[in-house]
């Protein structure tokens, strides 16, 4: 006895839907399931000696929705980063969810915590939720903005994530390898080291207000970025001031700086003058002459002499 044959009809299922008889019970099968598939199910049952039965089913079709786009406070979509934004601005973002059904929910993750699920409905079938994370400080850094929508428990939610990059300023800076005391006309190398800039901070030397040129960048490395400044101080040096400065490259202003007061020693230097009151045009042998010993040492001299052809007179 041939089996009768199976039809479904073209303009609703055509060949995405079968009927088994195999299975107990019997079972229709639905492939590719699509959204106009919702409705009343009929199975009707006819017996040669009894009533017919009919037995019905709600199928439910959810639609999720699509991924969520976001966009900054300008309009720009974000894929992947926001920023580099400065510590203390405030991050403005837009997650946009197109259809879904039923209606999705749409909320804001950050780094994996729930922070608002208040959202609007926009034109058409839009909904959009708007996140203001007000002054971003250097924990925020790296922290991940997700942003959810969800109409069914059945599958995960459709999520979209960015990460926040910060423009961060230097922590710290020192000068190390730093002599106690500097000689006068020896040349010196002294490292300026610095950390907790974000991009790495750029070095700058100053000698008082003088930009110092003879510098060797060390790079970063985990975290350290350094300076090394080779120099030749004089004896006009002593008491002057020398600066290092850590500045982030990507903001005016968002430096550090450190500074190293030199004291250089050097032994005396003299000058002899005559007197302040005299005239060297105008002596005359049996004129009082005087002179004045002017010295500069570092530390201070100890002990002056006179010496005349070359005897000591004083």
Known sequence: MMEGRHWSAPQVFGPRASFRTGPNPATLVLKD????????????????????RSFRYNLTVIVPPEYPTVYDKWGKQLNTTIGPHDEGDEVSLTCRVVGGKPEPTVKWLV?????????EHNAGDVIENRLNWRAVTRKDLNSIFSCQASNTILSEPRETSVVLHLNLRPLVVNIVN???????????????????????????WYKGKRLLRKVRDGGEQTNVTTSTLSFVPTTEDDGKALTCRAENPN?????????????????????LRLG???NSSDIKEGDDVYFECHVRANPSWRKLSWLHNP???A
Request: include cysteine; proline fraction near 7%.
């Open 251 to 271: 903001v005016t202003g968002l430096f550090i700086e450190t500074n190293w007061n030199l004291e250089v020693v050097y032994p005396p230097i003299v000058s």
């Open 111 to 119: 780094n994996g915590v729930q922070v608002d699920d208040e959202y």
């Open 178 to 204: 730093k002599p106690s005391l500097l000689v006068a006309d020896h040349r010196y190398e002294v490292t300026c080291e610095t950390a907790g800039s974000r991009p790495p901070a750029i070095i700058t």
């Open 311 to 313: 005897s000591k007179v």
């Open 33 to 52: 399931i699509r959204r106009h598939d919702q409705g009343t199910y009929r199975c009707r049952v006819d017996f040669r000696n009894t009533p017919t």
């Open 276 to 278: 302040k009151n005299l």
